[in-house]
Structure formats: C-alpha cells, structure tokens
C-alpha cells in the first residue's frame, strides 16, 4: 500500500499531518500554537495533596493545574514503607530519586534489584508513599479533559526513534506488535550485545523490527545522552519545574508513525521542511530523499482532496460507500455509534443485507474512531444478525481493521442485545473537543426551549415578581419570538395580573439573545430596583 505524510504548516496557529493511504485518509493530526500539549514532558512536582478515598495524589508540576498521580501510576521505589532501602536509591533524598534508578550523572551503576522490576500486586495506600511537600518525579501521560487536570505517571519513558527508555523497567523488552518470533529473538540478541546500563530498561520499539545492529546502538546512545542532562536538572533544579519537554508535532509524528511503508513526506513551509530534513540527516539519513518541498499555488491539502474528508470527520452522520451510514453521537462518558443499512440490500435477504453492511461499517467506524481521536468507553449498536458466524466475522472486522490504531483498544463480544462494546485509549481531548466549543445558547445539549415553552416560564416568573413587596413596575426582557407570543397570546393573563395587583408590566423583546433568555427587573414606585425573586 502506498502511504504519503502530508504535513500543512502554511498557517502559524495550526499545523495538520495527514497519513494518507491509497488516496484515502487514514490518520490525521492537528496541533494548534495556543493549545500547548503537556503529553510526554517530564515535570519535578510537588505534593500538594492526598486523597486516600480515591488512592491518589494532586501533584503541582509547575503549569498552573495540579496534575492528578493515582497509586497504581507510582513506580515502587516510591514505597519507602515497603521495606527498600534509601540508600539504594542514589545520592538524592528521597523520593525524588525515585525516577534515578539505573545511571547516575557520571556514572553508570546498578541501583536496584531485578526482583523489583514489575509493578507490585500489593501496594502500601498512598498516604504511606507520600506526604504533602514530597518531591516526586512524573511524566504526563493523559492531557486534562474539562475540569480534569493531568494525569501523571512515575514510570518514565523517553521515545527515540527505535528504542524506548524506561528507568523503571530494568529489562530488555520487545514490542508487542513484533509478533515474528524470530525476530523478537534476533534484537533481544542485539540488545544484550550492547554495552547496556545496569538497572535501565529499553524497548524496541515497531520500527526497529528490521534494523541493524549499529542503528540500534545510535539510537541507544541518544537516549542514553538524554537521560544523563535530565538526571542533572533533577538534581540541579528546584520543584516544581520541567525537567524534559516532548518534541513538537512535527518531529514527534515523524519519530513515532514514519515507516517504510510512507513512500514520501511532503510539507508545504520552507523552515518546518528544513527542520524535518534536519531531523532525518541526523535520526534516519537513508530516507531523507522521500522528503519534499511543495511549493504550488493551490493549498495542500485541497490539492489533495483531504478538506472534504476532513469536514466529513466533524458530521454526526457518516455515508456509507455502497449505501447506509453511521451515526456517532458523542458524550461525556462514551461514545455511541448506529449503523444504518438505507437503501442498501443484497439479494433480497435481510440476514445477508445487515451482514454485508456491517462489515462495510466495521472498517469505517475504526477509521473514524481513529480520526477524531475519540476515546473512553464506545458502544457500537449494528445491524441485528441472527446467524452466529456471521456475529463472529463482524468481530473480527472490527478487530483486524483497529490493528492498525497507535491507541490501545479493547473489543469485547457481540452482546446479547447486538452491540459490541469497545474502549480504547485516551490520552488527549477529542479532535471534536479540540476544534469546537459548546455552543453559548444551548451549552452543548443541541436543543433550546421553545417559545411557548419559555412563554409558559416567564408567566410562572411573573406570578412571583407580582408577590415582591413594595413593587410597582416591572419589565421582562426575553428573545423577540417569546415577547410577541406573550404580547399577543398571554395579553389577557398579563392585563390581569397588572390589574389584580396595581403593577404595571412591560415585555421587551431583544434579537440577540439566546432563545432561553429570561431577565425581571422589579422596581417601586421611586424607580429603586427591588430584589428578584428567584
């Protein structure tokens, strides 16, 4: 299959990677310049915090927003309940040397024990681990969502291009995604043949599947240089400060998602094409020739095609290609998607119609999973099948086309009412959350009231304004359409009440506001405001 990265950096504020795959658009990437992403930087924070109801504690990293570090993220060198030794974890005071294990700033050396190398089943709670004014080394791995702030980990990994440093895991691992054992057994060879250091750990990552000795060993150099300016700012700096912040976007998906398989890199800004090239020279200089400048009129990605299939991301109802649709409706909580067959049939049999069209919406719904980067819990409601294989092959579908998605993800198996339940991994806001806003007039709910409905609530508001003491006038303010049908529909009711009570009332009608706009102002007979009732 042929791949293209296109990388749209044209604008200032927003930068846009596209992969796409045979003319289709597989992957999508948007960073805006006013949105800083804190997802891979490693902070010195501070504990301001202990929640034992949940096992977690707030830790402030230096952003502004406490960062949020449960128990089951705390690498076990922190436990120093748990029976270790201080003096085995370096020359800094616990625990902020908890991150330290494995190399010290001028030398390498063993700072810890292989049986401690996997997390503990049994942990001590969290208010054995720490106390407010700890210091503790975190790296964000989940951006805030809403009110939420960070979530932090303790267990360190640093990205190069083929490997991944991991202080805490004191191994040699291989990703999982190599799944041909003989290569698994070939880089573990390598590795051990390294000169690595006692007490880290490494991964290779998916790219280092088929590399060579020498480019592993570049690789590993990097990060070992790396790890040793960042042992220093630890010791150096004071908490609560950033000791590593991630590369850009740019690099960074270079880094991460450039395979073999992308036949060329293409970016349409003369400094970012000169800081990718520069990246390439130095990480990967036998593919610097699949970089290209462009330089046309016509803006990139509409060159492409990709602005149609990008608007598409940000519909509710998705098209089909052969008919049908999908429906994704977006909560807090999940993500909830329907499958429509339409107009679609085959051979005149439901159970072959509603198979055909599932497997068609497998392959779209982790697309556009994938695309608007949606995470949590996501429940997907297809078409009723009755035979069991084919409930089974829709499955697999939906398994095999996830493979490819970087976020992990979990299917389960068709329900007994037909849906199947899926989560995958959330590590940032939505691309929905990141390019929209809730709407000012329904705040997100996509429905107002209606008129008569906001005329019915104003009388009720009015029957309580009516009661204020000492009040002689008062004036209703609402959206145009509610005050003509209280002026011409609610007159009477309103004539009534002035008589009744000796008030006079006044409905003024305002263009733009909300449908949902409602103000009383009571005043006495002094022209003094009173107090609303609420």
């Not at 800094?92 to 049986?115: H, I, Q, Y």
């Not at 011409?488 to 305002?510: A, C, Y």
Request: glycine share 6%.
């Amino acid at each position: 299959m042929k791949q293209e990265m296109l990388i749209n950096a044209a604008q200032p504020e927003e930068c846009r990677i596209a992969i796409v795959e045979d003319g289709v658009l597989e992957e999508l990437y948007i960073e805006r310049a006013d949105q800083e992403s804190y997802v891979g930087n490693i902070y010195k924070g501070i504990v301001v915090n202990l929640e034992p109801s949940i096992q977690a504690a707030f830790v402030d990293f230096g952003v502004g927003r406490n960062g949020f570090l449960h128990v089951s993220d705390v690498e076990p060198q922190y436990f120093r309940q748990a029976g270790y030794d201080p003096d085995e974890l370096g020359d800094l005071p616990p625990p902020a040397s908890g991150v330290l294990n494995g190399l010290d700033s001028e030398t390498s050396r063993p700072t810890r024990n292989r049986r401690n190398n996997i997390r503990p089943r049994v942990r001590p709670p969290i208010q054995s681990i720490f106390r407010r004014g700890d210091e503790v080394i975190v790296q964000v791995i989940k951006e805030g969502i809403g009110n939420k702030g960070p979530t932090l980990s303790t267990y360190i990994s640093i990205p190069g291009r083929y490997l991944v440093l991991m202080p805490a895991l004191g191994r040699v691992g291989i990703s999982r995604k190599i799944e041909d054992e003989a290569a698994r057994r070939r880089l573990r060879e390598i590795m051990h043949q390294l000169d690595l250091p006692k007490g880290l750990g490494f991964i290779v990552r998916t790219a280092g599947a088929d590399r060579t000795r020498k480019e592993l060993s570049r690789d590993l150099a990097y990060l070992l240089r790396l790890w040793k300016v960042i042992v220093r700012r630890i010791k150096k700096l004071e908490a609560p400060v950033d000791i590593y912040q991630e590369s850009d976007m740019i690099i960074r998906t270079i880094r991460d998602i450039f395979s073999a398989e992308v036949g060329t890199i293409i970016i349409d800004e003369p400094k970012t094409y000169e800081r990718a090239k520069e990246f390439l020279e130095m990480v990967m200089p036998r593919y610097v020739d699949r970089l290209k400048y462009y330089d046309g009129k016509e803006p990139l990605f509409h060159k492409y095609g990709l602005e149609k299939e990008i608007n598409v991301i940000h519909q509710r109802e998705v098209p089909l290609s052969p008919g049908g649709s999908i429906v994704i409706d977006q909560t807090e909580a999940l993500v909830a998607i329907d499958v429509n067959s339409g107009n679609f049939r085959v051979d005149d049999s439901a159970e072959e119609t509603a198979f055909q069209i599932n497997l068609i919406a497998a392959k779209e719904i982790a697309r556009q999973i994938r695309l608007r980067d949606l995470g949590g819990v996501i429940v997907n409601d297809f078409i009723d099948m009755r035979k069991e294989k084919h409930r089974r092959a829709v499955e697999r579908a939906l398994r095999e086309a996830v493979r490819r998605d970087r976020a992990r993800t979990k299917i389960l198996r068709t329900s007994p009412f037909g849906l199947i339940e899926m989560t995958r991994q959330r590590i940032r806001p939505s691309l929905k959350r990141t390019l929209y806003r809730d709407c000012p007039l329904c705040k997100g709910a996509g429905w107002v009231k209606t008129v008569e409905t906001m005329a019915i609530e104003t009388m009720r508001q009015l029957l309580l304004a009516v009661l204020v003491e000492r009040v002689a006038k008062i004036t209703v303010t609402v959206h145009e359409e509610v005050a003509e049908y209280l002026n011409n529909n609610k007159r009477r009711f309103i004539t009534e009440l002035e008589t009744k009570n000796n008030v006079t009332i006044r409905v003024v009608g305002e263009k733009h506001v909300s449908p949902e706009h409602l103000v009383i102002e009571c005043r006495d007979k002094e022209d003094r405001i009173l107090p609303t009732p609420k």
